[in-house]
T-cell receptor
Framework: AQSVTQLGSHVSVSEGALVLLRCNYS??????LFWYVQYPNQGLQLLLK????ATLVKGINGFEAEFKKSETSFHLTKPSAHMSDAAEYFC??????????????WGLGTSLAVNP | DGGITQSPKYLFRKEGQNVTLSCEQN?????MYWYRQDPGQGLRLIYY???????QKGDIAEGYSVSREKKESFPLTVTSAQKNPTAFYLC????????????FGDGTRLSIL
């Protein structure tokens, strides 16, 4: 069965420190993978997506993620955290050859706090 | 600018009432989705539609109903059968290909009076 696991429901970093948010997936077919960010009382905004081109994907706001098939991972990183990065982050899995089943499978989210 | 519009932003329901949440998109997307978001539970899919006049149940469809009479619109009705409707509701849309991301509206927060 396909699934997404985000390790750590809450992550806290200092301003200027490395941000690492973990996402592991399980899929019987090659996946598409997405990272989204959600600020309080708002919808989700796409940060980046992996669709089988480059394994290192660059997104908005200085974030990037690396697809590692051997580790079934798609961790999100940012070299230097800003206060404005404090938000909820979601990893999602899309399935190739989905036919009529084009739903995304969502992780439970990771809340990122940035301390001054 | 193209986007997804959800209305209202805040909605209050009395016990026993049905309420309808609006979702309109002008992105020319084929597929539309409704999610429910509760603290600590991520996004749970209520209903989705990949084409006009057709829709499928998601993981938590009980107590909800939808229609898809136009490509641009996918309203969600929270019926009185939904016993715990207080939540944040998100509408999304996407192109039909599974490698395309979903685009989200700003959500509707529903509360029970």
């Amino acid at each position: 069965a396909q699934s997404v696991t985000q390790l750590g429901s809450h992550v806290s970093v200092s301003e200027g420190a490395l941000v690492l948010l973990r996402c592991n997936y399980s899929s019987s077919v090659p996946p598409y993978l997405f990272w989204y960010v959600q600020y309080p009382n708002q919808g989700l905004q796409l940060l980046l997506k992996y669709t089988s081109a480059a394994t290192l994907v660059k997104g908005i706001n200085g974030f990037e993620a690396e697809f590692k098939k051997s580790e079934t991972s798609f961790h999100l990183t940012k070299p230097s955290a800003h206060m404005s990065d404090a938000a909820e982050y979601f990893c999602a899995l899309g399935l190739r050859n989905a036919g009529n089943n084009r739903k995304l499978i969502w992780g439970l989210g990771t809340s990122l706090a940035v301390n001054p | 600018d193209g986007g997804i519009t959800q209305s209202p932003k805040y909605l209050f329901r009395k016990e026993g009432q049905n309420v309808t949440l609006s979702c309109e998109q002008n992105l020319n997307h084929d597929a539309m989705y409704w999610y429910r978001q509760d603290p600590g539970q991520g996004l749970r899919l209520i209903y989705y539609s990949q084409i006009v006049n057709d829709f499928q149940k998601g993981d938590i469809a009980e107590g909800y109903s939808v229609s898809r009479e136009k490509k641009e619109s996918f309203p969600l009705t929270v019926t009185s059968a939904q016993k715990n409707p207080t939540a944040f509701y998100l509408c999304a849309s996407s192109y039909a290909n599974s490698n395309q991301p979903q685009h989200f509206g700003d959500g509707t927060r529903l509360s029970i009076l």
